[in-house]
């Protein structure tokens, strides 16, 4: 198998969240927006994995770590002059490179391994990850020709109004074969509406070069779900919190009430323990099995052993709980 390369983008303002907070780390189900995209590039085994930075640069590598690798874009020019501040990082090496926006955490690791796949088996030049939405404004519509190859990419402020007709648009992730990403990228024009080197203008390149463009939808709709505003930070909230509480039953735990329930990402919960209702567990908590946790809990980076019991309590540490058999 060939290398695998991933650049994130990350270094936009998100004007749009109206916050002191570079957007890409604001918080859902309790890890920042831009973790849950790097949590399931490491599941899919990403030999190197780059994050472009550019407003609040250091704010952001604070919070993310010094082990993962940087890439800076001092100007928001656009995708694709984000993707080439990683040149002097990827552009010599050999192997398959995927880009995707910080701002997608509801993706998930097997869609971007059918990603990996779909591009290393179909030899193509790139590939894109599309999805069909029944409202599609503001996002690429994806062009296709008579033989329903994909043509180019055209973003809704560039588009006509038959383009604007078309459901099928761009999730904003793609995979390259990284030597013809980075020869590409250097072709790329700012002559658009935006005055921006747009990413998606590399499939056009690489197709008029004769080379293959293939495409592969997401599994959901949800998974393509990029965030701008806190409207859509709340929905994203929602379904992935829905996901959670919908794997930790799978795996044997008893949610009384998920309405009512709130558990983060990070919490670990053994087999055979009973959530009740209006139970809330954040942080790095750790619940073990055969427990009763609730009504009316709320701990944070709280660990209890198998057959505890605790309700009615909200507390961030030291709880006082009371083993039961």
């Known amino acids: 198998m060939s290398e695998r390369f991933a650049v994130i983008l990350a270094a936009g303002k998100g004007t749009r969240m109206k916050s002191d907070l570079p957007k890409v780390l604001h918080t859902i189900c309790g890890v920042h ?30 919070q993310l770590g010094a082990s993962l690798q940087y890439a800076w874009q001092e100007e928001q020019l656009g ?32 869609t971007l391994e059918q990603c990996f796949q779909f591009q290393q088996e ?57 030597q013809s990403l980075f020869a590409a990228l250097n072709q790329v024009s700012d ?41 859509q930070l709340a929905r994203a909230e929602k379904i992935l919190q829905q ?30 323990t009973v959530i009740e209702p209006r139970t809330h567990l954040r942080g790095t908590t750790k619940i073990g099995e055969n427990c009763m946790i609730g009504p009316n809990v709320d701990v944070v980076n709280y660990v209890c052993g198998n057959q505890t019991k605790i309700k009615n309590f909200s507390m961030t540490n030291d709880i006082s709980a009371i083993r039961y058999v």
């Open 79 to 110: 995708t694709a002059h984000a993707v080439k501040t990683s040149e002097h990082l990827l552009a010599k090496k050999q192997g398959t490179t995927l880009v995707i926006t910080g701002d997608t955490p509801l993706i998930t690791s097997e």
């Open 122 to 178: 179909s030899g193509a030049a790139a590939t894109v990850l599309t999805m069909k939405l029944e409202d599609p404004a503001g996002y690429g519509r994806i062009v296709r020709n008579d033989q329903e190859e994909v043509e180019r990419i055209v973003e809704h402020k560039d588009a006509s109004d038959d383009e604007l007709e078309i459901k099928e648009v761009n999730t904003g992730i793609f995979c390259f074969d990284n």
């Open 243 to 272: 996901r959670i509480l919908t794997d930790h039953m799978k795996q044997g735990v008893t949610i009384i009430d998920p309405d009512s329930t709130y558990i983060e990402t990070n919490v670990e919960i053994g087999r055979d």
């Open 33 to 62: 927006m831009v973790q849950h995209v790097i949590n399931q590039l490491k599941r899919v085994s990403a030999d190197e994995i780059i994050t472009v930075v550019g407003h609040q640069k250091e704010t952001v590598k604070n």
């Open 191 to 231: 002559n658009n509406s935006q005055g921006e080197y747009y990413l998606p203008d590399v499939i056009e390149i690489l197709k008029s070069e004769g080379k293959k463009i293939s495409a592969i939808g997401v599994q959901s709709a949800e998974e393509g779900f990029g965030i701008n505003d806190r409207t």
